[in-house]
């Protein structure tokens, strides 16, 4: 099993509507957990970290299963201004590596 | 303002020629990391250093060399034993591995070797 696995997608979506998707880890002992979002030729940008108990910002709620080593994300009212590749991180605090999923691709549709 | 600057954000060299990213970090972090990006792949962990004047290799180190001379400074050189170099690089920098603290980018420097 790979250490950070996602569904690359691309997820075809019309505004408006509701998109989710998931990000698996192997690591049991993981501690942190960030969604990123990156845009075509640009560098990622940090979206929202994830907290045990989950937690939303504005649109976005990030949820975490630690029982099912998952964590995932969760677009209301998607925009078109929301299409982007969305990367997922997972590390244990106090381990130096950080490491990546490959990242979910989304286009809203019109 | 704060920030990570990687310098130049186009970069073009011919093959068979060193060549060196810059990145520095006005943050104070103390780790720095670097990332290749493949186009329509995720990112790929090249070196990254958690303390000034120490590093570590990633999964993709051949080919690569870093330095971590001072605190605030972490550059990457991409040398001619690197097979295929034509990528999207990436610096970026947390407070250190203690800390549950995200990764913060630089604007990544776009290397073309022909």
């Known amino acids: 099993r790979k250490e950070v696995e996602q569904d690359p997608g691309p997820f075809n979506v019309p505004e408006g509507a509701t998109v989710a998707f998931n990000c698996t880890y192997s690591n049991s002992a993981s501690q942190s957990f960030f969604w990123y979002r990156q845009d075509c030729r640009k560098e990622p940008k940090l979206l929202m970290s994830?907290?045990?108990s989950g937690n939303e910002d504005g649109r976005f709620t990030a949820q975490l299963n630690r029982a099912s080593q998952y964590i995932s994300l969760l677009i209301r009212d998607s925009k078109l201004s929301d299409s982007a590749t969305y990367l997922c991180?997972?590390?244990?605090?106090?381990?130096?590596?950080?490491?990546f999923g490959k990242g979910t691709r989304l286009h809203i549709l019109p | 303002d704060g920030g990570i600057t990687q310098s130049p954000k186009y970069l073009f060299r011919k093959e068979g020629q060193n060549v060196t990213l810059s990145c520095e970090q006005n943050?104070?972090?103390?780790?720095m990391y670097w990332y290749r990006q493949d186009p329509g792949q995720g990112l790929r962990l090249i070196y990254y250093s958690q303390i000034v004047n120490d590093f570590q290799k990633g999964d993709i180190a051949e080919g690569y060399s870093v330095s971590r001379e001072k605190k605030e400074s972490f550059p990457l050189t991409v040398t001619s034993a690197q097979k295929n170099p034509t990528a999207f690089y990436l610096c970026a920098s947390t407070r250190g591995s203690s800390y549950n603290s995200p990764l913060h980018f630089g604007n990544g420097t776009r290397l073309t070797v022909t």
């Open positions: 991180v997972v590390n244990k605090v106090g381990d130096d590596k950080i490491i």
């Open positions: 994830v907290y045990s």
């Open positions: 943050l104070n972090h103390d780790a």
